[in-house]
């Protein structure tokens, strides 16, 4: 039954493609029609389109100011510099090719298919499945507010988004492609040429994709998954009212100098983007991952990741690089067990300093679960396209 | 004779009377009311030109808040709830068990002393902090503050601080700790029994610490990934490490730099360490002058250093300092050092560790006044020989006698809460919250804009009215939540913005 109608459903897309390239060959033929943009023109929510054709990133952080180093601590300070100025154009094609999976090498995996926007652009998992249901090391991380970021993966070891996105496109594992590939794939699409040749007007129009192109388009999408306006927010920006009484007790444990979550989970971002070792323990059976010491080819950062940030974080569970923990109460339960009581036998991990013993009470830590779920906010959600150009089937929910 | 003498007796008696009445009046009044309330130091801001030897403060606005009392049994919470920015929250003697957390800026917190009775915060070891504060223009002064688990007083990007004339016992981490701060003032409070710093000034810039007594600590003062801190007039004793300037790694703030440690008594500070394992303080041996870690152009002059067994002052790198941590992007070195006058004696008699071998090495069995090692340039000092010193041979004669010319690192205005125009707010409004769910003229989720438009033409305050109370005008959308979290200000302004919007 649900063969027969995924049969159905392939055919129909095969025969809109088909339309479609039709109506688009007949077009090149006669440009004395009008004609019509596949890209949108305006900028997603979260951004002003400026007289430039660039999307200005805006929101109510950037009334504060602070004159040494933005975005660390406090209620009402501003953000790091974000990523931004990308065209309208540029956003929407990224958004074609987060959603499709003729950017993997055999056409069954697309960014979404691990960055699932229902999930805060993760997935669910403990640890992803990549190319082949081959099981990946880490989980995946969240997408919202990359745009602020200056660290990528878990370990750090990417510095720009057009770094980062190499990595699963092209890691035999994950998506397993090729540039030369990828190249050849999107080239053979008319309707990719026509979107390229909007997202990027300022060579001819009937160049070839490059990849750099493909680069800065999935860029501008993921700079565009922003969300700043939780109920947290709105007590930041001065609505005492936004959080009940249980959720400020939560908010104050977390910026306590007792629980100290604060110290690296800074707001606004609640990351201070450095890199900390604080001990997590492996799921069953794993061996210690050594985190940024192999990147950085330093030993003293063994088991050191990232300090992500914790906005939509009600939706990422399972926690952690490697999902040991499958709820936000089982996270914050580990920060009050002991410096380093997770840490292998023989294992000599340079422990963060702010990892200690708090001794929270289960009371305060039911508080922290609720201050976390303050952070979730959705409301710049972007549309899953309906169809992409590829016409292969997106199977994101 | 006698008949005189009784009505000298009555007059005098009259007249003591009335002098006993007007003492007395005098007496009752002063004890149950102050004749004036003392204006809210917020209000007011130091001024460099007055003199060279003054902490004088002048006003830089004018009081028109509300004055709230808080008598013992009440919260101080409650009253930070019910303050607007500018008030004046006065607290009287008795004893408050309870977290204040003040998310509002201009708040002024005043304790009242009355015959040597304090407002008291006591966290009886199960609260976390006392204070913790947001804010920016927050001033906290004459409080009691004992037995929390956490802070006494925390400060999180709060610019424009005061906090003084507070006595802190056993607070746990940190007496007081404004972190990420500009343009602040921490002085006249005493501090004792804290398991790290008492005084720890952390990312800011601008910084003031001075007429402090600190003892019985793991670390005094501390000034660490700030710039431009004056450490001036305090009495640090009987701690782990008295006064210390360094580089913690690790934290997205950097550098310090640009400090200067004068007029000081650093005395005896050979406490036990019992800092939490772990911290950064838990590696400072006790008998620490003063240490000087990775921190940059730091002077330290006409300090009295005397009695800490290991060494007066410490000058190190993060290598040798801190090995635990390590960050590719703190520069590990502290340079240009400059070490004016400064009376020292009596320091190194009982050096620990790493010290002490390497004495052993210079066939000495104490400590030096001056200890440097590891790397570091450009570091200076006046009058090299009157020191017992190891490490400072690369060290240059000063290029300066003295800091008088500067009297305080504190800025001559307060830094200036960010004004947007209220087209800007209303712009960051409209694409920052309301472009959720509206587009200029197509569907998303509401209505769109330009319908917005013609149903409240020329209207705004019609905008205002329903986005604070929405009703339901359209069956084919679904019904908005009411936007109260904005301010009026920014419902005003958003309110106009869309009006005006052309596409």
Known sequence: MNKKRYFIQCFALVVFASVLTFIMAGKKATPEYEEVFLLTKTCPPGFRLNDKNECVSQNLYKIYTTENDHGVGGLRTALPKPRDGFSPQQIDLGRYLFFDPALSGNGTISCATCHIPSKGFSDGLATSIGMAGQKLDRGAPSLWNVAYMK????????????????????????????????????????????????????????????????????????????????????????????????EIEGLNVFRSFVARCAECHTPPLFSNQQIAIIGTPEPNGLPLDTGAEIPFKDSTLRGGFKVPSLRNIEKTAPYMHSGNFATLRETVQFYTDGRGHAVPKGEQLRIHWHIWEPNLSDYELDRLVDFLKTLTDESFLPKIPDTVPSGLTTAIQ | MKKKSGFSKTLAAIVLLVIGIFVGKTFFTNQNSEATIPMPSTMKYRNIGISNDTTQVTQKE?????????????????????????????????????????????????????????????????????????????????????????????????????????????????????????????????????????????????????????????????????????????????????????????????????????????????????????????????????????????????????????????????????????????????????????????????????????????????GPDIFAYGGGTGSTIRDKNKYRSFGIDNYGPALITDTKDITTFMLPEPVAPRSVSKHELGELTYYGICAGCHAFNSRLIGVPTNIIQAIHNNNPQGIVDYISNPKNLREDYPEMPPQNYLSDEAKMAVAEYILALKE
């Not at chain 2, 906290?140 to 400060?155: L, S």
């Not at chain 2, 003031?208 to 004793?237: K, M, P, Q, T, W």
């Not at chain 2, 790694?249 to 440690?261: M, N, Q, R, S």
């Open chain 1, 151 to 246: 660290l990528f993966f878990w370990d750090g070891r990417a510095s720009t988004l057009e770094e980062q996105l190499e990595g699963p496109l092209f890691a035999s594992n994950e998506m397993d492609n090729t540039p030369e590939n990828l190249i050849k794939t999107m080239n053979s699409f008319d309707e990719y040429l026509q979107m390229f040749a909007e997202a990027f007007p300022n060579r001819d129009k009937k160049d070839h994709i490059k990849l750099e192109e493909i680069y800065t388009a999935l860029t501008a999408f993921e700079a565009s998954l922003v969300s700043l306006n939780s109920k947290y927010d709105q007590y930041a920006h001065g609505y005492q009212s936004a959080l009940n009484k249980k």
């Open chain 2, 62 to 366: 004018r009081f028109n808040g509300k004055v709230i009392e808080v008598k013992n049994g009440a919260s101080i919470q409650e009253a930070v709830k019910e303050a607007n920015p500018g008030d004046l929250i006065r607290v009287f003697p008795g004893t408050y068990s309870e977290n204040v957390y003040i998310d509002k800026d201009n708040i002024s917190l005043q304790g009242v002393v009355i015959k040597g009775k304090w407002p008291t915060l006591d966290g009886k070891k199960k609260i976390n902090d006392a204070f913790l504060y947001s804010g920016n223009g927050i001033l906290i002064e004459n409080f009691k503050i004992i037995n929390y688990k956490g802070n006494g007083i925390m400060g999180q990007a709060g610019n424009n601080f005061i906090i003084r004339n507070n006595w802190i016992i056993d607070t746990g981490v940190y007496g007081i700790f404004p972190q990420y701060g500009k343009n602040g003032l921490i002085e006249h409070n005493v501090l004792s029994v804290i398991a790290d710093a008492a005084i720890y000034v952390g990312m800011c810039d601008n910084v003031d610490v001075v007429h402090n007594e600190v003892f019985d600590s793991v670390a005094g003062i501390e000034i660490e990934n700030s710039r431009h801190c004056l450490v001036e007039n305090n009495y640090a004793h009987n701690n782990t490490g008295g006064i210390l300037a360094f580089v913690t790694p690790g934290l997205p703030i950097k550098t310090t730099f640009d400090v200067i440690l004068r007029n000081n008594f650093v005395v005896n500070n050979n406490h036990e360490n019992f800092g939490a394992p772990g911290s950064t303080v838990a590696g400072i041996p006790p008998g620490t002058g003063i240490l000087i870690m990775a921190a940059d152009d730091v002077i330290v002059e006409n300090n009295i250093i005397t009695g800490n067994d290991n060494a007066g002052i410490t000058i190190v790198d993060l290598t040798n300092g801190d090995p635990k941590a390590n960050d590719l992007n703190s520069e590990p070195n502290p340079d240009r050092v400059v070490i004016l006058d400064n009376i020292m004696y009596n320091n190194g008699n009982n050096p620990t560790g790493e010290l002490k071998a390497l004495m052993l090495t210079q066939m000495d069995t104490k």
